[in-house]
């Protein structure tokens, strides 16, 4: 166990602006089976084995499962799809089952593959390679192989859940979808308070309030770099500043271009709609 240098990141839910509705439905899946080990072991129910954390860019998916295996106290391997690649023949397989590995030794454990679809790309696509095929094949097995899978949950993030290959998301894999969509006015506002609580914001109810009407439809992370170019603006201004302005964060808009559009919406919701049929 001395190998394994695993831990729990220090993030809580309160950590996450909004984003109730996922909360619940992480909280459901992957702390019932902990807190209610002896009524699943009872009615003979096998825990879920993954989830895919689906959304546009900067809307808190990475920081989403972070809290998850913080708040549930569960250990925490987190990998990001293109790292998994080698250009030696083998080792990306290799990679995959020492995750999986590590995962079982230290359960219970999340698994945490960011940009998933890096490496799950559809089979049947002409334009994955030899090697994507073969660690997306290592991977299935690791989920459904000889050794089983216990005490260990998978969370797939990715922006473009199209393009994953549909054996990963049939029933005992990663069976369940979360849409963790743009933040509301409310989760804007928790966001804003959370990121000025050392700013002094003069009448700081109201402008907060005021600052959730102005960004609508800006991601978590577009939020957050607002705040931060406003402070960086009061600075420049004066370099023993104790207060943020307003004019701070007029100025800051400037130079913020929002990346969600209409478009990539209703591409979620296109895929939404589609597994909601099937």
């Known amino acids: 166990m001395k190998e394994l240098v695993l831990e729990v990141p220090k993030v809580s839910w309160d950590d996450i602006g909004g984003q109730e509705d996922?909360?619940?439905?992480?909280?459901e899946m992957v702390e019932l089976p902990i807190t209610a080990a002896e009524s699943f072991r009872r009615l003979g129910i096998s825990a879920p084995k993954g989830l895919l954390l689906y959304g546009p860019p900067g809307c808190s998916k990475t920081l989403t499962a972070k809290a998850l295996a913080s708040e549930?106290?569960?250990?925490?391997?987190?990998?990001?799809?293109?790292?998994?690649?080698n250009k030696y023949v083998g080792e990306s397989e290799k990679t995959i089952r020492e995750i999986f590995h590590k995962a079982r030794m230290s359960a219970p454990s999340i698994i945490f593959i960011d940009e998933i679809d890096a490496i799950a790309t559809n089979?049947?696509?002409d334009?994955?390679?030899h090697v994507s095929k073969q660690v997306l094949n290592t991977m299935l097995n690791e989920m459904d192989g000889v050794e089983?899978?216990?005490?260990?949950?998978?969370?797939?993030?990715?922006?473009?859940?199209?393009?994953?290959?549909?054996?990963?998301?049939r029933p005992g894999r990663l069976d369940t979808r979360v849409y963790v969509s743009p933040p509301d006015k409310e989760a804007r506002?928790?966001?804003?308070?959370?990121?000025?609580?050392?700013?002094n914001l003069q009448n700081k109810e109201s402008f907060l309030t005021k600052l959730s009407d102005m960004t609508d439809g800006?991601?978590?992370?577009?939020?957050?770099?607002?705040?931060r170019k406003a402070g960086v603006n009061a600075v420049k201004e004066e370099r023993d500043c104790k207060i943020v302005k307003e004019e701070h964060f007029l100025e800051a808009f400037k130079g913020i271009q929002k990346n969600i559009t209409p478009e990539m919406l209703e591409y979620y919701r296109d895929f939404e709609s589609k597994?909601?049929?099937a």
């Not at 996922?22 to 909280?27: D, G, I, N, T």
């Not at 899978?149 to 998301?169: E, F, Q, S, Y």
């Not at 800006?218 to 705040?227: D, M, P, Y």
Request: with cysteine; proline share 4%.
């Open 22 to 27: 996922v909360k619940e439905q992480l909280k």
């Open 72 to 85: 549930s106290g569960l250990n925490f391997l987190a990998i990001k799809g293109p790292e998994i690649f």
């Open 123 to 125: 089979r049947d696509d």
């Open 127 to 129: 334009g994955s390679g």
């Open 148 to 169: 089983e899978l216990k005490g260990v949950v998978i969370i797939g993030a990715t922006n473009r859940p199209d393009v994953i290959d549909p054996a990963l998301l």
């Open 189 to 199: 506002y928790q966001i804003f308070e959370k990121n000025t609580k050392n700013y």
């Open 218 to 227: 800006f991601s978590g992370s577009e939020c957050v770099f607002l705040c």
């Open 275 to 277: 597994y909601a049929v």
